[in-house]
Nanobody, 125 residues
């Protein structure tokens, strides 16, 4: 059974940093097309893809709103999102997601099969 468990959320002032981790269990990266992603959802807004990675290939993708500030990485079965220069608009619940076969739109929620429970990130001005 696939399980994704996020950790590392919290509150920080604008300009600060946070590091989110997602521990995955129940599968291994047996295909180059398997992918991991981070999404976020703010109150009253749709879920937004933030970053994605193909663990076996090392390819990464970022939303324009976070490019240059966020970094996604993967080691063993843990995917990490390093968030620097945080802004109040980054405030949201952040979700880790796993795809058994990531297609052409790695930041699209419909590409993913499994989701974590989410972790709150709050950035104050």
């Amino acid at each position: 059974q696939v399980q994704l468990v996020e950790s590392g959320g919290g509150s920080v002032q604008a300009g600060g940093s946070l590091r989110l981790s997602c521990a995955a269990s129940g599968y291994t990266y047996s295909s180059n097309y398997m992918g991991m992603g981070w999404f976020r959802q703010a109150p009253g807004k749709e879920r937004e893809g933030v970053a994605a990675i193909y663990p076996n290939l090392g390819s990464t993708y970022y939303a324009a709103s976070v490019k240059g500030r966020f970094t996604i990485s993967q080691a063993a079965n843990t995917v990490t999102l390093q968030m620097n220069s945080l802004k109040p608009e980054d405030t949201a619940i952040y979700y880790c997601a796993s795809s058994m076969r990531l297609g052409s739109y790695p930041l699209r929620a419909s590409e993913y099969n499994y989701w974590g429970q989410g972790t709150q990130v709050t950035v104050s001005s």
